[in-house]
């Protein structure tokens, strides 16, 4: 049962568009949610991050927005850039517990 | 500052041997993460250790275990190998033990093969 899911395996967007990347979970317990970015090759790196009592958290280029009622969490990239390129995965926890983690979305950003 | 680093990099190993995975952390950090990333799949919580005491678990069977040593690097024993245990681990740390809400810092992985 997956309680975190990333429906869209890929993305492709043209350089200076918007990216949405989106995420959907189950589990009404979560109250904390984070964005990686993975590189091939490499492990991966924090992003961006919110807590269940905000709806938006903005940090440069990347928003990311909470939606409680409809358990669905997304991620802004604006201005999109070529080294935006990656593997992009929601996670989710619990009371500060463990992570549970989408399956990841391969975001590709067209010069 | 050296980030996490695991080693190897690529093991292959066949059915049914002992895999041996490590993970050094950042320094200063007292808390190490397992995931496993199986083809295709997300990453899937296996371990936390903080201070050398095993934390949390995931819902992996129990031949899958590790320790944490006392200059925190951390060991993952994956014994009995199965076909399905191919996947990438990772191995993250984190600075004040509060796991999920802590920022976890992950190494390249250990690419495991078994045939």
């Known amino acids: 049962d997956q309680q975190v899911k990333q429906n869209s395996p890929s993305l492709s967007v043209q350089e200076g568009r918007i990216s949405i990347l989106n995420c959907d979970y189950t589990?009404?317990?979560?109250?904390?949610f984070l964005w990686y970015k993975k590189y091939p090759a490499e492990g991966p790196t924090f992003l961006i991050s919110?807590?269940?009592?905000?709806d938006k958290n903005e940090d440069g280029r990347f928003t990311v927005f909470l939606n409680k009622s409809a358990k669905h969490l997304s991620l802004h990239i604006v201005p999109s850039q070529p080294g935006d390129s990656a593997v992009y995965f929601c996670?989710?926890?619990?009371?500060?517990?463990?992570?549970?983690f989408g399956g990841g979305t391969r975001l590709m950003v067209k010069p | 500052e050296a980030g996490v680093t695991q080693s190897p990099t690529h093991l292959i190993k066949t059915r049914g041997q002992q895999a041996t995975l490590r993970c050094s952390p950042i320094s200063g950090h007292t808390s190490v993460y397992w995931y496993q990333q199986a083809l295709g799949l997300g990453l899937q919580f296996l371990l936390w250790?903080?201070?050398?005491?095993?934390?949390n678990r995931g819902n992996f069977p129990p031949r899958f275990s590790g320790r944490q040593f006392p200059n925190y690097s951390s060991e993952l024993n994956v014994n009995a190998l199965e076909l399905e245990d191919s996947a990438l681990y990772l191995c993250?740390?984190?600075?004040?033990?509060?796991?999920?809400?802590?920022?976890?810092?992950f190494g390249p992985g250990t690419r495991l093969t078994v045939l």
């Open positions: 993250a740390s984190s600075l004040l033990g509060q796991g999920a809400l802590d920022t976890q810092y």
């Open positions: 250790y903080d201070e050398g005491e095993e934390r």
């Open positions: 919110i807590s269940s009592i905000k």
């Open positions: 996670a989710a926890s619990a009371l500060g517990n463990m992570l549970t």
């Open positions: 589990n009404s317990m979560f109250d904390y």
